[in-house]
């Protein structure tokens, strides 16, 4: 069947990826963020393209668990304020957006937690708190779709930051679940606050 066998082909790309996820975490990093989210009043979410739509499912979460939380960029979004904290979501830590919304998170005097594959990029030297969250690992060596294929080097099937998109959705839906834990919120409490009108 025509595309049947690269699209399992990716699945088993992405499901092996994301076995391997938990073991890369770094414990350290992932309670730092934690512990931010619960001793903030106010989050921001900031992220560029995918990765703006991963920060907007996390916002919309944390609504649920009843956290005032902040798309940057939206028309209703309020300033920052000392105290806030802007969670900064760019794979490679070099998106302009991403970078200059810290800088000015920075300068407001609101802390910065940053998630991104690069702990030594722009966004993750301005962060208060990084979370290192693996990304794209191989890059094809040989040009061209036909050699690669001869030489027996397949390129990924998932291109960009394919990888990293979907750790971030995993991951930060499991930090999520954490704070239901921490919080003592159930499923039911989460539906109270669920959209009556989408």
């Known amino acids: 069947m025509v595309g049947m066998e690269e699209t399992l082909r990716a699945m088993d790309e992405i499901l092996a990826f994301l076995r391997t996820l938990p073991k890369k975490l770094k414990s350290k990093e992932v309670e730092n963020f934690i512990q931010a989210l619960l001793n903030t009043r106010r989050v921001f979410v900031v992220g560029a393209g995918r990765s703006g739509l991963v920060v907007k499912a996390f916002a919309t979460r944390l ?10 960029g939206e028309t209703i979004t309020p300033a920052l304020r000392p105290g806030d904290l802007l969670v900064a979501l760019s794979g490679s830590g070099e998106t302009d957006l991403i970078v200059e919304s810290a800088k000015i998170a920075k300068k407001v005097g609101a802390r910065v937690a940053a998630i991104t594959s690069y702990p030594r990029s722009s966004l993750a ?7 290192t969250l693996p990304g794209r690992t191989k890059i094809a060596s040989i040009k061209g779709f036909v050699r690669r294929e001869l030489y027996g080097e397949y390129a990924s099937l998932t291109p960009l930051g394919t990888l990293f998109e ?5 991951f930060l839906d499991a930090i999520i679940s954490s704070l239901m834990v921490k ?16």
């Open 63 to 72: 609504m649920h668990l009843d956290f005032e939380v902040y798309v940057v």
């Open 125 to 131: 030297k301005l962060a208060d708190l990084v979370v």
């Open 166 to 170: 979907i750790s971030s959705m995993v």
């Open 183 to 198: 919080l003592g919120k159930k499923e039911e409490d989460l539906r109270a606050k669920h959209a009556t009108i989408e």
